[in-house]
C-alpha cells in the first residue's frame, strides 16, 4: 500500500463548478500538508500550504485537512479553463524529512 | 522571482551511454532534492541533500545513478548506463533553512529534464 493514495482521474468539470480533489495517507506523522499544481511539460508549483488538521483559504482554492481520518481535499471554487492542470496532493513529516507525493490527478475545466 | 534552474530542459540518449543533469536551486536554500516523475505518475524522491551532505538516497538506484552537491550549492545528477526504464522526467527542487522547521518543507521545483533513453 502506498503512504499517500490520490485517484487519477481524470476529472472533467464544466467552467464556474467547484471542483474538490482529495487525498488519503497511511503515515500518521505526516504533519505537512501540500498540494501542487503542474501544468503540462512543467515542474510541479505550490499551490496551497497546511500544517496539521484544519482549513486554509486562498482565492478560490481552500485547503482541508483531517488527521483523524488521514483525509485531505483542494476545492476549486468557480472553475476556470487556466485551472486545467494535474494537482498533486504531498506531504511531510516537516523539519528536513522528505515530501511524499501523490500520483496527481488531471483535472480537465471545459470553457 | 528565484527560481530552480534546470539543464537541459530535453535529453535524448541512447541505451547504454551516460547522462548527466544539472540543478541550480534558489540562492540560500539548505536543502536540494532529486525527484524522478514517470509519466501519469507523482514524484518520486531519489536522493535529498542537506547543504552538502546526503541525507537520504534509499530510493537512488546505487548502480547506475550517482548525484553530488560538492559545496552545497548546486547539483549534479549522473547516470550510467542510461537503461530503457530510465525515461522519465528528473525534477530538481529545494527548500530554505528557514526560522521555523516548517519552511523548509515548502519544496520549489524547476522545469525538470525530460529524458528518453533509446
Known amino acids: 500500500q502506498k503512504e499517500v493514495e490520490q485517484d487519477p482521474g481524470p476529472l472533467s468539470v464544466p467552467e464556474g463548478a467547484i471542483v474538490s480533489l482529495n487525498c488519503t495517507y497511511s503515515?500518521?506523522?505526516?504533519?505537512?500538508f501540500m498540494w501542487y499544481r503542474q501544468y503540462s511539460r512543467k515542474g510541479p508549483e505550490l499551490l496551497m500550504y497546511?500544517?496539521?488538521?484544519g482549513n486554509k483559504e486562498d482565492g478560490r482554492f481552500t485547503a482541508q485537512v483531517d488527521k483523524s481520518s488521514k483525509y485531505i481535499s483542494l476545492f476549486i471554487r468557480d472553475s476556470q479553463p487556466s485551472d486545467s492542470a494535474t494537482y498533486l496532493c504531498?506531504?511531510?513529516?516537516?523539519?528536513?524529512?522528505?515530501?511524499?507525493f501523490g500520483t496527481g490527478t488531471k483535472l480537465q475545466v471545459i470553457p | 522571482e528565484a527560481e530552480v534552474a534546470q539543464s537541459p530542459r530535453y535529453k535524448i540518449t541512447e541505451k547504454s551511454q551516460a547522462v548527466a543533469f544539472w540543478c541550480d536551486p534558489i540562492?540560500?536554500?539548505?536543502?536540494l532534492y532529486w525527484y524522478r516523475q514517470i509519466l501519469g505518475q507523482g514524484p518520486e524522491l531519489l536522493v535529498q541533500?542537506?547543504?552538502?551532505?546526503?541525507?537520504?538516497d534509499s530510493q537512488l538506484p546505487k548502480d547506475r545513478f550517482s548525484a553530488e552537491r560538492l559545496k552545497g550549492v548546486d547539483s549534479t545528477l549522473k547516470i550510467q548506463p542510461a537503461e530503457l526504464g530510465d525515461s522519465a522526467m528528473y525534477l530538481c527542487?529545494?527548500?530554505?533553512?528557514?526560522?521555523?522547521?516548517?519552511?523548509?518543507?515548502?519544496?520549489?521545483f524547476g522545469q525538470g529534464t525530460r529524458l528518453t533513453v533509446v
Open positions: 527542487a529545494s527548500s530554505g533553512r528557514g526560522s521555523s522547521l516548517s519552511m523548509n518543507t515548502e519544496a520549489f
Open positions: 503515515n500518521s506523522a505526516f504533519q505537512y
Open positions: 497546511t500544517y496539521s488538521s
Open positions: 504531498a506531504m511531510s513529516r516537516g523539519g528536513y524529512q522528505k515530501v511524499t
Open positions: 540562492s540560500g536554500h539548505a536543502t
Open positions: 541533500f542537506q547543504d552538502e551532505s546526503v541525507v537520504d
